[in-house]
């Protein structure tokens, strides 16, 4: 059984920043990071859930327009550990975020082809 957790949020002014973290426990093993597609996730209220970015097996990386330039996603394989960088926030980037994983290389950002999930952690941005 894996699990993730997320942890890292809080609530923060806009322009401010954020480092999320995602740690993967459980039944890993050594290389779970360097297995898995991770991405991250946000879901604001009365919102679907949205793909932030993601990170694949050969460090490519991948980001929703809405956060290029602000955003970075960035992992240690040997720590099973998963970041997401927030810079320059702003008060749309509120939600909760989700860290989520999938064997194998990262072919898109639909929840439906991650297998593991963390519970969340909240993001607040005020102006």
């Known amino acids: 059984q894996v699990q993730l957790v997320e942890s890292g949020g809080g609530s923060v002014q806009a322009g401010g920043s954020l480092r999320l973290s995602c740690a993967a426990s459980?039944?890993?093993?050594?290389?779970?990071?360097?297995?898995?597609?991770m991405a991250w996730f946000r879901q604001a209220p009365e919102k679907e859930r949205e793909g932030v970015a993601f990170?694949?097996?050969?460090?490519?990386?991948f980001y929703t327009d809405s956060v290029k330039g602000r955003f970075t996603i960035f992992k240690d394989n040997g720590k099973n550990i998963v970041y997401l960088q927030m810079d320059s926030l702003k008060p749309e980037d509120t939600a909760m975020y989700y860290c989520a994983a999938r064997v194998g290389y990262c072919i898109n950002l639909l929840p439906v082809n991650f297998a593991d999930w963390g519970q969340g952690t909240q993001v607040t941005v005020f102006s």
């Open positions: 459980g039944s890993t093993g050594s290389s779970y990071a360097i297995r898995h597609c």
């Open positions: 990170i694949s097996t050969d460090v490519t990386t």
